[in-house]
């Protein structure tokens, strides 16, 4: 994606290509499944206690009403003004930070110097080349706090018509993240929660790695990594 401004407002990125239009339909597909159906391979990453979360491409804010219902101090980022707008709305009872911003750069949320604990992109990556996924992945950990987690999932299968979207393996991922400092400590697969035909993910967990500063006490609340 590319997050540079025009006239001081994010210009909008390449990946987010066709969401727009469909922003409503979007918006009905996303909110028709749970957040503990799509995420049911990873809930044990996520923080038990209240947190500071930072859900980048947010969608309809179902994920980010969800965790914020369970009090976390969530912020969204979602750079569709579209998907914005109806979100915001749709999940108007919930004490949710909505931000247009978008990664590699994430310059606004950059600009303030935040931190989180938990990091999450639900169906983001792969709409990113290979040249920003070394900089988004760069710009996550400099987001992270040292205790912190990225939750990531990646789309596998035929690319919908008017999308921009990249063939990005776990392997791949996981290789790029121990670059910057993270260690891949949960990988899954899954069905797509939608059903839809030749469609399917990889759920992968990071953490930094073994040996930054304030990681030692955590690092037994994660399950192995599986090597496939």
């Known amino acids: ?5 025009v006239g001081g407002r994010l210009r909008a990125p390449a990946g987010t290509a066709g969401y727009g239009a469909a922003a409503e339909a ?8 749970t957040f503990a159906e799509v995420h049911r391979e990873v809930l044990h990453l996520f923080p038990s ?3 500071s979360v930072l859900d980048i491409g947010a969608g309809s804010g179902r994920d980010a009403a969800a965790l914020a219902l369970q009090g976390h101090r969530v912020v969204a980022a979602e750079p569709t003004t579209e998907l914005r707008s109806l979100g ?4 108007a009872d919930q004490e949710i930070e909505w931000v247009d911003d978008a990664l590699p750069e994430l310059p606004v949320l950059s600009a303030r110097r935040r931190r989180f604990d938990l990091i999450l992109l639900t169906a983001v990556w792969m709409h990113l080349d290979e040249r920003q996924r070394a900089s988004a992945m760069a710009r996550l950990v400099g987001l992270l706090d ?4 990225v939750i990531l999932s990646l789309r596998h299968g035929p690319v919908p018509a008017g999308r921009r979207m990249f063939p990005v393996s776990a392997r791949e991922t996981t290789d ?6 993270l260690d891949a400590v949960h990988v899954a697969e899954r069905e797509d929660p939608h059903g ?6 990889t759920y992968l967990g990071f953490q930094r790695a073994a040996g930054d500063t304030g990681m030692a006490a955590t690092r037994t609340a994660w399950t192995p990594v599986d090597e496939r």
Do not use: F, I, K
């Not at 918006?27 to 499944?33: A, F, L, M, N, R």
């Not at 790029?176 to 400092?181: E, F, K, P, S």
């Open 1 to 5: 994606m590319n997050s540079e401004t």
């Open 26 to 33: 979007l918006v009905e597909q996303y909110e028709s499944v």
């Open 49 to 51: 206690r209240s947190s």
């Open 88 to 91: 915001q709305r749709l999940h």
């Open 146 to 149: 040292p205790a912190g987690r």
């Open 176 to 181: 790029l993240a121990a670059r910057c400092g």
């Open 196 to 201: 839809r035909p030749g469609v399917a993910w």
